[in-house]
């Protein structure tokens, strides 16, 4: 190759060299340029399926969890029935009792699936299995708890929590066989219940025939408070009574009264309610047992009622703290049905917070 050739050659190769050169500085250096400017990005690592195309990820701050909802004066917290499982055993008055079983019902017509022991048995001796024997996760009661009770729960590791659920009046009732008495004071009360042997023995205008006396048991509430307010404590008069025919079953005291024109009988007022035309309610001191009477605290023979349990017990069996909170909740409605009358809103008030402080809410 002459020296003019190979001078050619090589000006063409520089050429070349110069070309390559400035296409990269036009392709990389831009590339080059974007990439410093970009901001710096944590790596995400997207793992593919094979035949699926890349799957954008998008990264979301987690929700924040909800908050409980604010209760209100006289609220607690939503109870669902469906939810709620274990069985639950309560025993005591028979006057509690148609309002427990009218509550357990609903409370079972809304869902609830297990199973509820109410068992009519009288407020001393539900007292008895709650605090000695400890079987019960609740305590019915027509009468407030004893200080004797309290010492034998507590001696059991149990401190009894009162709920205030409703108003009972314990009515005086005749067969409606009985077209001479309407109305009695309570001294004739005791008399009718004590010492008296016929009815002319205490108003000669009434019949000389032999009174028949019908009356809860001893282990009841109902005993208990007619006792108190009757016999000012003192039961020996009344029990030495004759014809007197005790029992814990209020339905057996209404058959009884049902049977003479001649007898006569006491019990909560839901068994009167629930018995029109086999017997009668009497006035007592001129004040018949109406529920504008009872609301108004003009009748005398009034009292509370009363359910029990201890704040161990909700927490170890959270299907006794819904049952109850479901109790406080629409007692009012059950009140209605079964023939009580209700507490005041205040005072229902002070048994829910009594239930939230239990709970630890």
Not at 62 to 67: R, T, Y
Not at 183 to 197: K, P, R, S, Y
Not at 317 to 327: D, E, L, M, S, T
Request: proline share 7%; aromatic share 8%; glycine share 8%.
């Amino acid at each position: 190759m002459s020296r003019g050739e190979k001078t050619a050659m090589s000006g063409r190769m520089k050429a070349t060299q110069v070309l390559w050169i400035t296409l990269l500085a036009v392709l990389v250096l831009p590339a080059l340029a974007l990439s410093a400017c970009a901001p710096e990005e944590a790596p995400v690592e997207v793992v593919e399926q094979p035949g699926q195309e890349p799957i954008d990820v998008v990264e979301t701050a987690p929700e924040p969890a909800a908050a409980e909802p604010v209760l209100g004066p006289g609220e607690l917290p939503l109870v669902d029935p469906l939810e709620v499982t274990g069985n639950i055993v309560a025993a005591g008055s028979s006057t509690v009792f148609p309002l427990s079983e009218a509550v357990a019902e609903m409370f079972q017509m809304d869902g609830y699936s297990g199973q509820i022991t109410i068992d009519s048995i009288g407020s001393g001796a539900g007292f008895e299995r709650f605090c000695s024997a400890g079987e019960s996760d609740i305590s019915n009661a027509s009468r407030p708890i004893k200080d004797s009770e309290v010492e034998k729960c507590r001696a059991i590791g149990r401190e009894p929590i009162e709920f205030k659920v409703a108003i009972d009046a314990l009515a005086v009732v005749v067969s409606t066989e009985n077209d001479f008495v309407d109305d009695m004071t309570l001294e004739e009360l005791a008399q009718v219940f004590g010492t008296a042997a016929t009815w002319a023995d205490v108003r000669p205008d009434w019949p000389e025939q032999p009174i028949q006396r019908f009356a809860p048991g001893t282990d009841s509430g109902t005993f208990d408070y007619f006792v108190e307010e009757v016999f000012d404590n003192d039961p020996a008069v009344h029990l030495a009574a004759s014809n007197l025919q005790l029992s814990e079953d209020d339905n057996v005291l209404v058959k009884g009264v049902e049977g003479s024109p001649y007898a006569i009988g006491y019990f909560g007022y839901a068994y009167l309610a629930e018995n029109p035309g086999r017997i009668r309610g009497l006035a007592v001191e001129g004040v018949a047992p109406t529920a504008e009477a009872v609301e108004g605290g003009e009748y005398p023979l009034s009292r509370p009622l009363f359910l029990y349990t201890t704040a161990e017990i909700m927490r170890q069996k959270p299907q006794v703290a819904a049952f109850i909170n479901y109790y406080l909740t629409n007692v009012y409605e059950a009140v209605a049905v079964v023939g009580y009358f209700p507490v005041p809103q205040d005072v229902l008030n002070a048994s829910k917070e009594l239930w939230l402080e239990a709970v630890g809410r």
